[in-house]
């Protein structure tokens, strides 16, 4: 009784086990019979994905996903979210990936999965030109702004000293209003991906911002992808490493960074 009872709950283990692989395996084919992905994003994290003037979304992310879909034969939707909730925007169903300079962190990597890394990046700190600060240390008592749910708050909160010694850290719904405040002095400095400061908004204006020399660690960017969307996820991989190796990725980056930070 007890062996009949072992294989019973055995088979029903490895039914299950083989229900859950088959689900996943279906993600992909569910994506090509949709003929599109959605991308959720922050429409304001240029130069990776953002708006231009005349309102068109723009960017590193938005044409590397445009040209990804094309290699698998489907059409591309991008949609704005809140990327405070951008992970519940993914489980529940209203996008199917997060393509916008995602950092890979253990956090994230409890609750979805990432490609493998496609660039690196680090955590900066940005100033006023004209600011006397010049090292981590000279932010003691001062105020420093990031964007809520952005890796920047871990890159901050993971140097506890550097924490404490502050006088306040103000969130923000966006970098971009967080490093207006700096620039108009409600801020002494910000936290923010290299990608997004350096390569955006000190371009744009280098007589405004810079950056100090240390920094709050290296990251890497990956589009992430719901647990159960394997067979998806295996595909976006697959193109992403053809997209490398013809050097397609790298000219993306030259057009938008000026030189190939692709991994």
Same mark, same amino acid.
């Given at each position: 009784?007890?062996?009949?009872?072992?294989?019973?709950?055995?088979?029903?283990?490895?039914?299950f086990?083989?229900?859950?692989?088959? *689900?996943?395996?279906?993600?992909?084919?569910?994506?090509?019979?949709?003929?599109?992905?959605?991308?959720?994003?922050?429409?304001?994290?240029?130069?990776?994905?953002?708006r231009?003037?005349?309102?068109?979304?723009?960017?590193?992310?938005?044409?590397?996903?445009?040209?990804?879909?094309?290699?698998?034969?489907?059409?591309?939707?991008?949609?704005?979210?809140?990327?405070?909730?951008?992970?519940?925007?993914l489980?529940s169903?209203?996008?199917? &990936?997060?393509?916008?300079?995602?950092?890979?962190?253990?956090? +994230?990597?409890?609750?979805?999965?990432?490609?493998?890394? #496609?660039?690196?990046?680090r955590?900066? !700190?940005?100033?006023?030109?004209?600011?006397?600060?010049q090292?981590?240390?000279?932010? /003691?008592g001062? &105020?420093?702004?990031?964007?809520?749910?952005?890796?920047? &708050?871990?890159a901050? #909160?993971?140097?506890?000293?550097?924490?404490?010694?502050?006088?306040? !850290?103000?969130?923000?719904?966006?970098?971009?209003?967080?490093?207006?405040?700096?620039?108009?002095?409600?801020?002494?400095?910000? &936290?923010?991906?290299?990608?997004?400061g350096? #390569? #955006?908004?000190?371009?744009?204006?280098?007589?405004?911002?810079?950056?100090?020399?240390?920094?709050?660690g290296?990251?890497q960017?990956?589009?992430?992808? +719901?647990?159960?969307?394997?067979?998806?996820? /295996?595909?976006?991989?697959?193109?992403?490493?053809?997209?490398? *190796?013809?050097g397609? *990725? /790298?000219?993306?980056s030259v057009?938008?960074?000026?030189?190939?930070?692709?991994?």
């Amino acid at each position: 009784m007890k062996r009949k009872m072992f294989f019973v709950l055995s088979l029903s283990l490895l039914m299950f086990l083989s229900f859950t692989v088959m *689900a996943a395996d279906n993600s992909l084919e569910r994506i090509k019979e949709k003929g599109k992905f959605v991308v959720g994003l922050d429409d304001t994290f240029a130069p990776m994905g953002f708006r231009d003037e005349e309102g068109n979304l723009v960017g590193f992310d938005i044409d590397l996903a445009r040209l990804v879909a094309e290699r698998m034969g489907v059409e591309v939707e991008f949609k704005p979210v809140d990327w405070d909730g951008v992970i519940l925007s993914l489980k529940s169903g209203l996008i199917d &990936v997060i393509w916008n300079g995602l950092t890979i962190t253990e956090e +994230r990597a409890r609750q979805i999965n990432f490609t493998e890394p #496609y660039m690196n990046n680090r955590q900066v !700190i940005v100033v006023r030109m004209n600011s006397d600060i010049q090292t981590k240390q000279d932010l /003691a008592g001062k &105020v420093v702004g990031l964007q809520m749910g952005s890796s920047s &708050v871990n890159a901050l #909160y993971s140097d506890p000293e550097l924490v404490e010694s502050l006088k306040d !850290i103000r969130q923000y719904a966006t970098n971009a209003e967080a490093l207006m405040d700096l620039q108009i002095g409600r801020l002494d400095a910000v &936290v923010v991906d290299e990608m997004h400061g350096r #390569y #955006y908004y000190i371009s744009k204006k280098p007589d405004v911002y810079r950056v100090l020399d240390e920094e709050l660690g290296w990251e890497q960017y990956g589009v992430g992808v +719901r647990k159960e969307d394997e067979s998806f996820l /295996a595909e976006l991989n697959r193109v992403l490493d053809e997209l490398k *190796a013809d050097g397609s *990725a /790298a000219e993306l980056s030259v057009k938008w960074f000026g030189e190939n930070v692709v991994n």
